[in-house]
């Protein structure tokens, strides 16, 4: 039986309203399913994308759980261990920020207010000039290792050559004017350590940055891009945004490193690693691989190298090249900036150049002594 409403359009049965329903049903739910997962012929919705907490939840949560258990954790800072780890982490990190905000800042500067064609006119087309002229170019930045690796980020994003972008990573913390005032207050005894410093460092650069030319490979290095800023908004807009991506990028890989350079030096007894001076070999060794873990900023490392009394000059040397090249801190922070990958192969090989230039250019300076 047809019913008519008051409009006087047909109404269907109820048996066959009841069919229509189920069909639309039956027909809705595979769409919904292909909706959800992206499939299907029509669906065009991308899949849901996972809750991933940014770096203020991640704070408010540790800070939450340090209230909630204040008590065993004042108890736990008073052991004389964890005193000495805390204090090692603290000092580097004090150490080491203001260099990086000031690496953030001309990161900033260069992304905001530097075209790109700047660098193109500036370096060199060649790979092989490009490279000695990018290294050169470090001297004048007055900034440690940990605020170079935004620089050198930003620098291949202008369009520079990866292989002098590093090159300019690698020198800036060894050759600036800042390093040598300090290397030459630290060794007044040893005058010469200040020219072999600045001929390993640039030897250090420029031969890691033509390796890499020629083995490098694009999928190795993948540097993360900072968040994009709209076009059309000011340049001072640009470059604060940039600071903030840049400082709450590296800012959480030199935590990183600081925490794990403090673990290590909390360990190893200080006897232990000033007692090996007998052996050149065994000191460049060690120095090289103290350099690496203990991640002083190269600011300050000139002082802790002096102090190794025991330690012959070239092992000093290699301990003054190695550190401003890599070591914990600037893994994580490379690593976080261009990709794992990237970093695994060229950590060890920056840290076998920095260990041979060293070695090399001391033994030129001071021979076997």
Not at 172 to 192: H, R
Not at 350 to 359: R, Y
Request: with cysteine.
């Amino acid at each position: 039986m047809t019913l008519r409403d008051t409009t006087g359009s047909a109404t269907a049965p109820d048996g066959a309203d009841h069919g229509r329903q189920a069909g639309t049903a039956a027909t809705l739910q595979p769409a919904r399913r292909a909706g959800r997962t992206g499939k299907g012929t029509g669906g065009s919705l991308a899949p849901a994308q996972r809750y991933r907490p940014g770096s203020l939840e991640i704070f408010g949560a540790i800070l939450l759980l340090a209230i909630v258990f204040r008590g065993p954790l004042a108890s736990l800072v008073g052991n004389p261990v964890l005193q000495s780890w805390s204090t090692v982490c603290v000092a580097i990190c004090v150490q080491a920020t203001p260099f990086l905000v000031l690496g953030v800042v001309v990161s900033g500067a260069i992304a905001a207010f530097v075209p790109s064609s700047v660098f193109t006119r500036v370096l060199p087309g060649n790979a092989a000039l490009a490279v000695p002229v990018a290294t050169v170019c470090g001297a004048a930045l007055p900034g440690c290792e940990c605020g170079s690796v935004p620089i050198s980020n930003r620098l291949i994003q202008r369009g520079v050559r990866p292989s002098a972008s590093l090159a300019f990573m690698l020198s800036a913390p060894a050759v600036n004017p800042i390093v040598l005032i300090a290397t030459a207050v630290a060794f007044t005894s040893e005058p010469n350590m200040v020219w072999a410093r600045l001929i390993a460092g640039l030897l250090t650069a420029v031969i890691v940055g033509w390796i890499w030319e020629r083995i490098g490979r694009p999928e190795w290095m993948r540097p993360r891009m900072p968040a994009s800023v709209a076009n059309g908004q000011s340049g001072w807009r640009v470059f604060l945004s940039t600071i903030l991506g840049d400082f709450t990028q590296a800012a959480g890989f030199l935590v990183l490193g600081a925490a794990a350079a403090a673990t290590f030096k909390t360990i190893v007894p200080a006897h232990i690693m000033e007692s090996i001076g007998s052996s050149l070999l065994l000191s460049v060794l060690l120095m090289a691989g103290l350099a690496f873990i203990l991640a002083l900023c190269s600011e300050a490392d000139a002082f802790v190298a002096a102090a190794f009394s025991t330690i012959p000059v070239v092992g000093k040397l290699v301990f003054l090249t190695v550190g401003p090249a890599v070591d914990v801190k600037l893994f994580a922070m490379q690593a976080g900036v261009f990709g794992r990958r990237f970093a695994v192969r060229f950590a060890p090989l920056t840290f076998l150049v920095a260990v041979v230039v060293g070695t090399s250019v001391g033994l030129a300076f001071w021979g076997w002594q």
